[in-house]
């Protein structure tokens, strides 16, 4: 373990230096806007395309987690799933993770969507070795992550929260404290629990009415007028062509991908079973989400709106 205390702004522009690990649809994005806004970076991916993208963008390209960080008061790790996060911070067999190499006093942010047990679990480690560890993950989309309009849900100690707020502010327009650790994960996934179902509710209903004779956007102008109003229905009807510039009119590329929702909802799951609350609306997303990616997992989660009419994803 090292030992050195850290400054946290060492840099020639009073700004830390930050170690970025994960470069994918929304790491390199968030990435990139921390470069222009002035962030030194040294940035670190399995892919040698996504490190080429950041090194064109001004970022030092690292061989592995422990060189980004070397220089660095602060590290952001945006990877797909808890068992990267584990890997990268914790090692392959619990040894040997980039958290035993950082200086006390760092700061890490994991923006990634993983269970908050996992996610609790990385905090612990870290608290031993005196490096305040966040879970910070998102909502927004790829849009956000390249507008710099991002969610952040934090979980954290409040001490570490003020110190990676700033930071933050540069790739998210609202930043949430959610509580203690494991806390943004929470409600990460509440959140995400709630939009799949709110999605396949309104799927549903848009499909009765459509199969009983209505026009969906009349429909769904009178749903959005009524009591079914939601925010499926406002900016992201799952119906082709009622709205514009949205996946469904677009065939349901881009957005939030359906393997993705049903990741979110297995989480979710686990949260639910873990602490033996009852989820069955969640539940039911989960299964339907679950049929649905087999084929589907790569298309925008509105999709879900194919399972009544396969002819719409044609
Ligand atoms: P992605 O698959 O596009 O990117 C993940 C990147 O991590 C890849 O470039 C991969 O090469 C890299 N990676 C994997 N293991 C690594 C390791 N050990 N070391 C270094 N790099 C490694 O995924 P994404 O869409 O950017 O999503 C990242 C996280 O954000 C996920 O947890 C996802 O659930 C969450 N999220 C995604 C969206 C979205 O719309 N895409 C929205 C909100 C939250």
Known sequence: MATKEINNTDNENNKPHIAFIGLGNMGAPMAENLLKAGYRLSVYDLSAEANERLQQSGARVANSPKDAASNAQVVISMLPAGKHVHSVYLGENGANGLLAALPKGTLVIDSSTIAAADARLVAEAASKLGIDFLDAPVSGGTG??????????????????AKAEPILEVMGKNIFHAGDHGAG??????????????????????????????????LSDIMLQSSGRNWTLEVYNPYPQVLENVPSSNGYKGGFMSKLMQKDLNLAMQTAQDTQVETPMGAKAAELYEAHALENGDRDFSSIIGRHDSSLLS
């Not at 992550?145 to 570490?160: N, P």
């Not at 990460?188 to 799949?196: D, Y």
């Open 144 to 161: 956000g992550a390249i507008a710099g309009s991002l969610t952040f849900i934090v979980g954290g100690d409040s001490e570490a929260f």
């Open 185 to 218: 994960q929470v409600a990460k996934i509440c959140n995400n629990m709630l939009l799949g179902i709110l999605m396949a509710g309104t799927a549903e209903a848009i499909n009765l009415g459509v199969k009983n004779g209505l026009d969906p956007k009349v």
